[in-house]
């Protein structure tokens, strides 16, 4: 019998040999009580932490990412710059929250308009 080609079941199975995201090994075993426990030293690599943050900022509806940065040291993140209002800065620092790997976040953000209260 002629063996599939990937081509053939990537469409349904994910990337790469079924190794992809939400490839078999994803969908055979999701959770069970080991689902989260890795290696004993085992760290997230600060530029894995910094792209996750970013392309959620990115991907959030309700903030513009445009004027944000981000630096992750030891899993501790630092954002810095513009935003619109404080909303979006709460918004940013959630997101960054919760990046699996993060640590701390250290808000540094500037809004251009703040909210006023009613005396």
Known sequence: MP???E???KS???GEN???EGGPVDWMHPGGKFAGVGSREYRR???RITEDIHARLMQHGLIDASDIDVIVVHGEAVLTGVTRDEEMKELAECVARSVWGV???DNRIRPLYRR???A
């Open 12 to 14: 349904a199975f994910g």
């Open 116 to 118: 006023y209260r009613a």
């Open 3 to 5: 063996r599939s080609k």
């Open 7 to 9: 081509g053939d079941y």
């Open 103 to 105: 640590t701390r976040v």
């Open 45 to 47: 690599p600060d530029e």
């Open 18 to 20: 079924f190794g992809g």
